[in-house]
């Protein structure tokens, strides 16, 4: 069991880290191809998520990149880099009134 554990998470490893590497080539969307597959097997991965937030908002699926960001801090509060994140977020949508009340 344990085996086959560490076999998956060596998976996921190796996939988020190719997901990032197509992201840094802007290859936008295969990247978030596979870092939807890696939420698939593991939906409870918020690197994940925020991985995915940042390629959707290079798509400009602003909407959806909020979705993900909103999901990781619902499950951790405690993430400044997500708080970050969802502001420039509503910068991007033109929200600035969110922009600025979201960040507590």
Do not use: C, H, W
Not at 15 to 42: G, P, R, T
């Amino acid at each position: 069991m344990l085996l086959v554990l560490s076999s998956f998470v060596f998976s996921q490893n190796i996939s988020k880290k190719y997901a990032e590497k197509l992201y840094y080539e802007k290859k936008f969307q295969e990247s978030k191809e596979i870092l939807d597959q890696v939420l698939k097997a593991n939906p409870m991965d918020g690197v994940a998520y925020m991985d995915r937030a940042a390629v959707r908002m290079e798509l400009n699926e602003l909407d959806e990149a909020l979705e993900d960001i909103n999901y990781v801090l619902s499950k951790t509060p405690l993430y400044p880099s997500a708080y970050n994140q969802r502001g420039y977020i509503y910068l991007l949508l033109k929200d600035y009134r969110n922009a600025y009340e979201k960040q507590e």
